[in-house]
């Protein structure tokens, strides 16, 4: 159950990262190679937008503790070393 949650979660951010990749594909290309030469792992940074306040609160508060027993699988089971993850 632990490695299906892993899986979903970074097959979640790989269609956010691929949705929200508009814009000049040079400058990204640049990017991913000067980060590639430089050793640096490349950042995939994923966002929830979940109501924060009222009765819904307690929605956020899931999403929160669910994205966070999912990164802990992850770094546990060294399922992305290549990538820097971080939520938002």
């Not at 949705?19 to 640049?30: E, I, Y």
């Not at 030469?37 to 503790?65: I, L, W």
Request: hydrophobic residues 45%; proline residues 2%; charged residues 20%.
């Amino acid at each position: 159950m632990k490695k299906l949650m892993a899986v979903l979660l970074a097959g979640a951010m790989a269609l956010s990262l691929a949705a929200c990749g508009g814009g000049d594909s040079s400058s990204a290309a640049a990017g991913g190679s000067s980060a590639a030469a430089g050793g640096d792992k490349p950042v995939v940074k994923g966002a929830v937008m979940s109501p924060m306040s009222g009765e819904s609160a307690r929605f956020g508060e899931q999403y929160k503790a669910a994205i966070e027993a999912a990164m802990k699988v992850v770094e546990e089971d060294s399922l992305l070393n290549d990538y820097t993850l971080e939520f938002e």
